[in-house]
C-alpha cells in the first residue's frame, strides 16, 4: 500500500528563527492540513504538512522525540535530522491534546518497529527481499478545522484557503525514491551473496587444484601397481600367490577408480556453482544499471519540480505587479473624477450667475 494518511487536523505551522534560536517565524499564511503518515514498506510514521505545492513539514517521527505542550494552544518538539523546532498553533485546546496523543501513539509504534527490526537483524543473517511494487504518495484528507493561538502564537490571517494538490512531478519524484530505495536494498543482499560465493568458489578452486593433485597421484600409483602385477605374472612361479596379489591390486584399483568417479563428481558440481555466480553476477550489473537509471529519473524530476516552482513565484510577482498598478490607475482615476466633479459644480455655478 506505501505511504498513507492515518490522522489530519489544521494549524498555523511555525518554526524557530534558526539565528535566535527563540522567536517564532509563522511558514504558513493561514491553517493548514497537518497529517501522520505512516509508510507501510519501511514501518516509519511521518508528520507532513504542505502550504500548496510547498512541504513545509516532513518531520520523522523517532523513539527520542518528545512533543511538549507550551500553552493552550500551542504545542512543538525537536527534529535533530531537520535541524529545526516545529511548532503548531491551534484553535482549541481539544484539537491540541489529540494532537498530542497520535504523537504520543505513533511515537511508542516507532519504538516498537525498531526493537522488532533489531531483534529480526539479530535472528537472522539474511535480510528479507522488499516487494518491488512502487508506492505512491496519497492525498491529504484534512478535517476542517481553523484558528489561531490567541497566547503563543504571533497574529495570522484567520480566513482558510484551499490546499493544492501535489503537483505530478511530485508524486512521480517520491514513486522514483520508493523505487530506487528498493533496488538498493536488492543491489546490497546481491552484494552480500555475491561475497559468500566468491569466497565459497576461492575456496572450491583451492580444493579443485588439492584434488588434481590427488588423483594424479592416484593413477601414478594405479600405474604403479599395473606394472607390478604384470611384472609379478612375468617372475612368479607361484601361481596362487600371483592370483592372490592380483585379485587385491584389481580391488585397491576399483576402490581407487570410486574415488577418481566421486572427485569428478564433485569438481561438476563446484564448476555449476562457479555458472550460478556468474549468473548472479551479472543480476547485480542489471540491477546496479537500473538504480543508475532511477537516479537520473530522479534528477530529471527534481530539475521540473524546480522549474515549476519559479514559474509559480514569476506568475504570483506579475500578479502582484498588475494588482499594484491597478490600484495606482483606480486612484489617478478616482482624482480624475473628482476634479471633473469640481469643474462641473463650477460651470453650474458660472450658469446660475449669468
Known amino acids: 500500500m506505501g505511504?498513507?494518511?492515518?490522522?489530519?487536523?489544521?494549524?498555523?505551522?511555525?518554526?524557530?528563527?534558526?539565528?535566535?534560536?527563540?522567536?517564532?517565524?509563522?511558514?504558513?499564511?493561514?491553517?493548514?492540513?497537518?497529517?501522520?503518515?505512516?509508510?507501510?514498506?519501511r514501518n516509519v510514521y511521518r508528520i507532513i504538512s504542505l502550504d500548496g505545492s510547498k512541504a513545509i513539514i516532513n518531520s520523522?517521527?523517532?523513539?527520542?522525540?518528545?512533543?511538549?505542550k507550551t500553552s493552550q494552544k500551542f504545542g512543538q518538539w525537536a527534529d535533530s535530522r531537520a535541524n529545526t523546532v516545529y511548532g503548531l498553533g491551534f484553535s482549541s485546546e481539544h484539537h491540541l491534546s489529540k494532537f498530542a496523543e497520535k504523537f504520543q501513539e505513533f511515537k511508542e509504534a516507532a519504538r516498537l518497529a525498531k526493537e522488532k527490526s533489531q531483534e529480526k537483524m539479530e535472528l537472522t543473517s539474511t535480510p528479507s527481499q522488499e516487494?518491488?511494487?512502487?508506492?505512491?504518495?496519497?492525498p491529504l484528507t484534512p478535517e476542517s478545522i481553523n484558528g489561531t493561538d490567541d497566547e503563543r502564537t504571533p497574529d495570522v490571517t484567520q480566513n482558510s484557503e484551499p490546499r493544492a494538490e501535489p503537483t505530478q512531478n511530485a508524486l512521480s519524484f517520491s514513486h522514483s525514491s520508493a523505487i530506487s530505495k528498493h533496488w538498493?536494498?536488492?543491489?546490497?543482499?546481491?552484494?552480500?551473496?555475491?561475497?559468500?560465493?566468491?569466497?565459497?568458489?576461492?575456496e572450491s578452486t583451492a580444493n579443485v587444484k588439492q584434488w588434481k593433485q590427488q588423483l594424479a597421484a592416484y593413477q601414478e600409483e594405479a600405474e604403479r601397481l599395473h606394472?607390478?602385477?604384470?611384472?609379478?605374472?612375468?617372475?612368479?612361479?607361484?601361481?596362487?600367490?600371483?592370483?592372490?596379489?592380483?585379485?587385491?591390486?584389481?580391488?585397491?584399483?576399483?576402490?581407487?577408480?570410486?574415488t577418481l568417479k566421486v572427485k569428478e563428481e564433485e569438481i561438476e558440481r563446484l564448476k555449476q556453482e562457479i555458472d550460478n555466480a556468474r549468473e548472479l553476477q551479472e543480476q547485480r550489473d542489471s540491477l546496479t544499471q537500473k538504480l543508475q537509471e532511477v537516479e537520473i529519473r530522479n534528477?530529471?524530476?527534481?530539475?521540473?519540480?524546480?522549474?515549476?516552482?519559479?514559474?509559480?513565484?514569476?506568475?504570483?510577482?506579475?500578479?502582484?505587479?498588475f494588482r499594484s498598478n491597478l490600484k495606482t490607475l483606480l486612484e489617478i482615476l478616482d482624482g480624475k473624477i473628482f476634479e471633473l466633479t469640481e469643474l462641473r459644480d463650477n460651470l453650474a455655478k458660472l450658469l446660475e450667475c449669468s
Open 3 to 41: 505511504e498513507q494518511p492515518i490522522f489530519s487536523t489544521r494549524a498555523h505551522v511555525f518554526q524557530i528563527d534558526p539565528n535566535t534560536k527563540k522567536n517564532w517565524v509563522p511558514t504558513s499564511k493561514h491553517a493548514v492540513t497537518v497529517s501522520y503518515f505512516y509508510d507501510s514498506t
Open 227 to 258: 606394472k607390478r602385477v604384470t611384472e609379478l605374472e612375468c617372475v612368479s612361479s607361484q601361481a596362487n600367490a600371483v592370483h592372490t596379489h592380483k585379485t587385491e591390486l584389481n580391488q585397491t584399483i576399483q576402490e581407487l577408480e570410486e
Open 60 to 68: 520523522t517521527i523517532t523513539p527520542n522525540m518528545t512533543f511538549t
Open 299 to 321: 534528477k530529471d524530476l527534481e530539475g521540473q519540480l524546480s522549474d515549476l516552482e519559479q514559474r509559480l513565484e514569476k506568475s504570483q510577482n506579475e500578479q502582484e505587479a
Open 131 to 138: 516487494s518491488a511494487g512502487g508506492d505512491l504518495q496519497s
Open 184 to 202: 538498493e536494498a536488492e543491489l546490497a543482499t546481491l552484494k552480500g551473496n555475491n561475497a559468500k560465493l566468491t569466497a565459497a568458489l576461492l
